[in-house]
């Protein structure tokens, strides 16, 4: 049996309720009226709280800058005023530094990178152990790249406990397309102590993603809702006190551990929370063995069959591949992974040890390049300790490390940065002694790395062992001797097993029968990643029939959809025979945001093309067919945003193109964007403003908090016929609705568009804007309806 903790509800509209402005930064004000910040923590800890959080969601360096107080300052003063709080009350309350989204989309979605991004979170989370903090809280995260580096700046920095939870939409993904899994075992693998989810959605609306969640992890959950829905013409939330907790209540069958209110919410839904569980103790849920896998942030990869692991980012024996690294052209190696992910790699390994490079700056640039390309997760392939931590360290997912051996020191060197960033590890089965010739001494080295891998605090399902394959041209014996280890260890020591399979026919002729041949022996022993070449049809047509054979393809229904599809030849081969640049070509380098490719497509059809023909005949049907993807969930914003930069390739070479003839700019109209008076949020006003530009349209953006007057200025002044206004809080919708009115009064004929994530049509409609738009890409729809 257990309790469950109560956390506090909302600040911010307390602090309002207060007198604090739209506009305000939370943490000035809590600087300059400190008593008022305790006083809402009071009220909070009278209802019922145990823990409650600081008023430091924006105390980061970048939100503040500007401001009279700096970070230290605005830790240290909402610290103090908690607990003071708390010293009054004179219960046992914990006290949680709050901390929300720096403000600035990560590389490859923005420019900040993940290191900077390090650097703001450590500053905040040195000052809040400093001055007292209990528990370090990450919170209305959609991006999980963002979380990861507050994570390690807490985990590295401090030796406080670090919880986290990220703001969801209904459809089970964040904004940027993270999945609940892929959240769920990346965090647990950095050592978090407690995820779950706030803000956003209602206790409803969270209920089934947090059943969700608790399939994938073990650790204490944490639901903090907001109160319902919002309307944005009243400010108010859908549900009262009452409703709330008897909604979350639903919550005791999963067996959550920590539950409070986020938007909407105050210190009487606190109390009602805390009336619902008060006295009760919850019946400990039976705990049931969480899923597990290898993921990106919006693709998990279950460890549960024969899953393919590309073998081609490795530059032994590949001249080009090593051209391609010692001279940083990561656009080449992002292609050949984009090549293994559609041939159907699940797995990529990545290798970037060549002679005279730096393979520690060569991972980092070859694992941030890749991971905004591909979906399917890495993995870290390397000797050197150094490199493998920092491919680790800025892999946005959670990944396998290839390799270390039997060897003690190894181990001791190796399984620790494994433990630190939560990944799976392939132990070779070798030692000191070399390869063992038999399948014996391979399973005794398996067995020891098994041993030190557990001791070091690592799964056994995370434990993968390369049996070895040596080539048969060379040493006849061994193949059988590496499919008897296969066999020992899966069966044995029940773990998961690999091998570089192409190795076994290296030295033969016509290589691809002894390989294939090789592969559904080791296949049926037991092996379950082999490292391939995915591209080579009679490697896969080998796995594909063998997951037929074994039961894994339910009904032959991945077989017989990859060899329906083997007569149709796509038009995009037939081009690249041809070397002609079609529609097909651009619109392949854009959705796989290749910039360079993208931009020498259109260098090249400038040769016999004009520019307005270009962008409205390639261009343009291509950043089309990528939003209808975006729409559908085929793909998500990472890749939404890399294919809009790809096109902008094309797009800066057009436009200096038609500057440097002195004609008319390519301009399709202009367009004012911002986020209205008194909301500080801008994240999605910006990536609007990157689709946007690169249909054609003038861009002018004001920012962010902007005042009513200056929009209607800049409508009077560059005579605007669209304008699109963006609004986070509910309580900047008021500011929405006179900005609207204001644009009325001085411009019949420009139309405006709003959108945001408190908004819905209805709330549109009844604010008197011309559109809606529910996502970046309907902002195209809608600049199309009124500029063309």
Same mark, same amino acid.
């Given at each position: ?56 969601? *924006? ?110 939409? #209904? ?177 990529? $390994? ?93 399973? $005794? ?31 006849? $014996? ?11 260890? %899966? ?8 091998? *570089? ?24 022993? *037991? ?186 200025? %800049? ?14 809080? #509910? ?58």
């Amino acid at each position: 049996m257990h309790n469950l903790l109560i956390l506090d509800g909302a600040m911010g509209t307390m602090l309002q309720a207060a007198g604090m402005k739209a506009g305000e930064h939370p943490e000035v004000f809590g600087f300059d009226n400190p008593e008022i910040v305790k006083n809402i923590h009071l009220k909070y800890i009278e209802s019922g709280s145990n823990v409650i959080y600081t008023n430091t969601f *924006g105390a980061n360096a970048h939100k503040l800058e500007g401001c009279k107080i700096d970070v230290d300052t605005a830790v240290k003063t909402a610290i103090k005023s908690a607990k003071e709080a708390i010293d009054e009350s004179k219960r046992d309350v914990k006290v949680a530094l709050d901390i929300g989204p720096i403000g600035e989309l990560l590389e490859p979605l923005g420019v900040l990178r993940f290191e900077d991004a390090y650097e703001i979170y450590k500053e905040m989370v040195v000052a809040g152990e400093k001055y007292g903090a209990d528990i370090i809280i990450f919170e209305t995260f959609t991006d999980l790249y963002d979380v990861r580096a507050g994570v390690l700046a807490a985990k590295e920095n401090t030796n406080l406990p670090v919880w986290v939870t990220m703001t969801y939409e #209904t459809t089970g993904r964040t904004f940027t397309g993270t999945k609940i899994e892929s959240m769920a075992v990346t965090l647990e693998g950095l050592g978090v102590d407690a995820i779950g989810f706030n803000c956003s959605l209602g206790p409803k609306e969270i209920l089934p993603l947090a059943k969700k969640l608790k399939e994938w992890t073990n650790l204490p959950i944490i639901i903090k809702p907001n109160a319902g829905l919002p309307n944005p013409s009243t400010g108010e939330y859908d549900l009262h006190a009452a409703d709330f907790a008897k909604l979350m209540a639903d919550y005791k069958s999963i067996g959550i551990s920590y539950a409070g209110g986020c938007c909407g919410t105050s210190p009487e839904f606190i109390s009602e929370l805390k009336k619902e569980f008060e006295n009760r103790k919850f019946s400990e849920i039976k705990s049931t063995k969480a899923k597990t896998g290898i993921c990106s942030a919006n693709e998990m990869v279950e460890l549960n069959g024969v899953r393919v692991v590309g073998e081609r980012l490795n530059p032994t024996g590949k001249k080009r591949f090593q051209e391609a690294l010692l001279n940083h052209e990561m656009e080449y190696i992002c292609k050949v992974a984009i090549e293994e992910e559609e041939s159907g790699a699940d797995i990529l $390994d990545i290798n970037v040890g060549v002679p005279g490079g730096d393979e520690v700056a060569l991972m980092i640039e070859a694992v941030k390049a890749v991971q905004s390309v591909v979906n399917i997760p890495l993995q870290i392939d390397s000797s050197n300790p150094e490199a493998i931590e920092a491919g680790l360290r800025v892999y946005n997912g959670r990944a396998i490390v290839n390799s270390v051996n039997a060897e003690d020191e190894r181990l001791d060197l190796i399984l620790p940065i494994v433990k630190k960033y939560g990944a799976a590890v392939i132990g070779l089965a070798l030692n000191e002694n070399g390869i063992p010739t038999t399948a014996q001494e391979r399973f $005794d080295n398996a067995k020891h790395i098994l041993d030190k891998a557990l001791e070091y605090g690592l799964k056994k399902e995370d434990v993968i062992i390369d049996c070895l394959t040596l080539t048969v041209s060379a040493q006849q $014996d061994q193949a059988k001797e590496t499919l008897e280890a296969v066999r020992m260890v %899966t069966k044995d020591l029940g773990l998961h097993t690999t091998l *570089g399979v192409s190795n076994i026919s290296f030295g033969l002729p016509a290589r691809s029968h002894i390989t294939e041949n090789f592969l559904i022996q080791a296949m049926y022993a *037991g092996l379950d990643l082999p490292i391939v070449n995915p591209n080579i049809e009679g490697i896969m047509d080998a796995i594909y029939s063998f997951k037929v054979l074994s039961g894994e393809d339910k009904d032959s229904a991945k077989y017989i959809d990859r060899f329906a599809a083997v007569k149709t030849e796509t038009k995009v081969t037939e081009v690249l025979n041809t070397g002609e640049v079609t529609k097909e070509l651009v619109e392949d380098a854009i959705l796989k945001g290749l910039k360079e490719e993208t931009y020498n497509n259109a260098k090249k059809l400038l040769e016999t093309k004009g520019e307005l023909e270009i962008i409205n005949e390639y261009l343009i049907p291509a950043l089309d067919t990528v939003g209808d993807l975006y729409e559908r969930q085929v793909i998500f914003l990472p890749q939404l945003i890399n294919a809009a930069n790809a096109a902008s390739s094309a797009f800066e070479l057009i436009k200096e193109r038609i500057a440097n003839k002195g004609e008319q700019n390519v301009s399709k109209g202009k367009i004012v964007v911002c986020t209205v008076k008194g909301d500080i949020h801008d994240i999605g006003k910006n990536i609007v403003k990157v689709i946007l530009e690169n249909y054609g349209y003038r861009m002018i953006d004001l920012g962010r908090d902007v005042d009513i007057q200056r929009v209607v200025d %800049t409508v009077i002044r560059e005579d605007v016929k669209l304008v699109g206004l963006s609004a986070l809080m #509910t309580t900047t919708l008021p500011a929405m609705k006179k900005t609207i009115e204001e644009i009325r009064k001085v411009s019949k004929d420009c139309k405006v568009w709003v959108g945001g994530a408190v908004l819905t049509k209805e709330y549109a409609d009844e604010m008197g804007a011309d559109f809606y738009a529910p996502d970046a890409r309907s902002s195209v729809d809608i600049a199309k309806t009124v500029l063309g």
